[in-house]
């Protein structure tokens, strides 16, 4: 059965993946060169904007911050991607190679939102978009340590589930905003 946020998440992410889809045709897969920790910190750079927008109450650079939480998604999908592709040495994946990957990872990322979502009964709808915010930009610090860490945790999830968590918490700021409306 389909629920509300389940139509609402596939509303956004289908958003999300045809500006993917677009920036793969204009600029290639230019990120290959990215190491992890650099994706990791251009999906903090983004969140950062959006808590100093947030904070100040305005902005002088007229990008919306709706703009920068599809950025938090698709470099957490580019930093998911980059994870399958360790042993792949391309530079440049067509689109319609990827797409079956970014499909998975949404799919899994998507599931996981499900089970979290039932558990918790949809606190997510009674929070601020500031506090969401600061989630994303609290598991941001995690995923830095984790890296400066080489990956090993003690008892804590992986890095994979950090950015699943942040696209699900940048989906929900997104469908507080009616990102999925426009």
């Given amino acids: 059965m389909e629920t509300l946020t389940s139509n609402e998440y596939t509303q956004v992410i289908t958003r999300c993946k045809e500006l993917f889809r677009k920036k793969t045709i204009d600029y290639g897969t230019a990120w290959r060169i990215l190491r992890l920790s650099s994706i990791t910190d251009q999906i903090f750079i983004k969140a950062q904007r959006i808590r100093s927008i947030q904070e100040k109450g305005n902005q002088k650079v007229n990008d919306p ?40 990872w949404v799919a899994d990322t998507k599931a996981l939102l499900e089970n979290k979502n039932h558990d918790y009964g949809e606190a997510w709808r009674e ?50 905003l009616g990102y999925h409306h426009d």
């Fill in 65 to 104: 911050i709706v703009d920068e939480f599809v950025g938090i998604i698709n470099y957490c999908l580019i930093a998911l991607l980059q994870i399958s592709l360790q042993e792949d040495e391309r530079m440049e994946i067509p689109f319609d190679v990827l797409e079956p990957s970014y499909d998975q």
């Fill in 127 to 176: 929070m601020r978009v500031s506090s969401i915010t600061d989630i994303i930009l609290m598991k941001l610090l995690r995923v830095k340590q984790i890296e400066d860490n080489a990956g090993k945790t003690l008892v804590s999830e992986g890095i994979e589930a950090n950015y699943q968590d942040m696209i699900n918490y940048a989906v929900f700021c997104l469908i507080k």
